[in-house]
C-alpha cells in the first residue's frame, strides 16, 4: 500500500509557481481511487456482492411508494345523484369519456327537463352533496371517492398529487448534502425511521390538507432512500459494474410498479393499501447493523 502511495505522489506534477489547480487535479485522483484503491481493498468481490443484492431489495418497495399516486389519487367515473326534490325533473347522468361526448371527470352534469336535446343549453353543473363513484384501479375508495374531490375541490387532487414531487425535490437536495457530511448509511437509515412514521400516518388522514402535507415529507423521506442506496451501489462496484448494477435495480422498482394493480385489488381500500405499500420498510431498519 506505501508502494502505491508513493507511486501516486511522484505521478503528480506541480506547474512553475507551484499552485495546482484543483479542477485538475480531482479528476485525476478519482481516477486513480477506481484503479489503484478499489482493487486493493479486494474489487467486487463476494462481500460487496452480497451488500449490492441489499441495496436491490428496497428498491421494490421504492416503486410500490412512487407508483402510488396512480391508484390513491386516481379520477374515478363519477355520477351526481340529484336532490329527492327535483327527481321529477333531474335524472342520474354518468359524466361521458367518449370522444363524442366528452366532458370534464371533474365535473358531474345533469339534464334538466330529462331529455338529452339541446344539451349545451340546458346542462348545468351539479352541486351535488352524494355522489356514486366507480373505480378502475382495483379499489373500492381511494382519496377522491373518500372526500369528494370533484367538481371545485377537484384541484386538491393536483395539489396531492404534486405534494409527492415537490417533498422528492427537497429531499434529494438536503440529504444529498447531508450524505456527504455524515455518511450514506445514517443518511439511509434516518429516511427509512421518518419514511415509516410519516408513510404510516398517511393512511390515518382525516382530511386532504393533512394527507397532502404528510405526502410531502414522505417524498422527502423517499428521496432519502433512493439517493443513500443510489450512491452505495455505486461506490461499492468497480467502474465496469456501475452501469449493469444500477440498471438492475431499475427493473426491481419497474417490478414493483407492476405488482401495484395486483395489490390495489387484494387490499380494495386505499388506507389498507398505503399501509401495505410502506410497511415492508420495516425490514431495512436491520440495516443498521
Known amino acids: 500500500m506505501s508502494e502505491t502511495a508513493m507511486a501516486l505522489d511522484t505521478e503528480d506534477h506541480q506547474s512553475e509557481n507551484g499552485f495546482v489547480s484543483p479542477e485538475t487535479e480531482s479528476p485525476g485522483l478519482l481516477t486513480r481511487i477506481d484503479s489503484c484503491v478499489l482493487p486493493f481493498l479486494g474489487g467486487f468481490g463476494k462481500y460487496q456482492r452480497q451488500l449490492i443484492v441489499l441495496t436491490w ?8 411508494s412512487q407508483y402510488s399516486d396512480e391508484f390513491l389519487l386516481a379520477q374515478p367515473n363519477n355520477t ?15 359524466l361521458f369519456h367518449g370522444a363524442n361526448n366528452s366532458f370534464p371527470r371533474t365535473a358531474a352534469y345533469v339534464y334538466t327537463n330529462g331529455t338529452h336535446n339541446d344539451t349545451a343549453r340546458h346542462l348545468q353543473h351539479c352541486m351535488c352533496k352524494e355522489w356514486t363513484f366507480e373505480l378502475h384501479t382495483g379499489l373500492i375508495q381511494n382519496v377522491v371517492t373518500k372526500w369528494s374531490l370533484v367538481c371545485d375541490s377537484a384541484w386538491k387532487v393536483h395539489i396531492a398529487k404534486f405534494s409527492l414531487l415537490v417533498g422528492s425535490i427537497f429531499g434529494y437536495l438536503v440529504f444529498g448534502v447531508l450524505a456527504d457530511w455524515f455518511g450514506r448509511h445514517p443518511v439511509l437509515i434516518i429516511s427509512v425511521l421518518f419514511m415509516l412514521v410519516f408513510g404510516l400516518t398517511v393512511a390515518f388522514s382525516v382530511n386532504v390538507p393533512m394527507f397532502s402535507t404528510l405526502r410531502f415529507f414522505e417524498g422527502f423521506c423517499l428521496a432519502g432512500i433512493i439517493l443513500s442506496l443510489y450512491i452505495l451501489r455505486i461506490e461499492l ?18 417490478g414493483g410498479q407492476l405488482l401495484m394493480p395486483g395489490m390495489a385489488y387484494l387490499c380494495r381500500d386505499w388506507q389498507v393499501l398505503q399501509a401495505v405499500i410502506i410497511c415492508p ?9
Open 237 to 254: 462496484c468497480l467502474p465496469a459494474w456501475r452501469f449493469s448494477m444500477t440498471m438492475v435495480a431499475s427493473f426491481v422498482v419497474l
Open 281 to 289: 420498510l420495516i425490514l431495512m431498519v436491520s440495516y443498521i447493523w
Open 57 to 64: 431489495i428496497p428498491a421494490l418497495f421504492i416503486g410500490f
Open 80 to 94: 351526481c345523484v340529484p336532490p329527492m326534490a327535483n327527481t321529477t325533473n333531474l335524472t342520474r347522468s354518468p
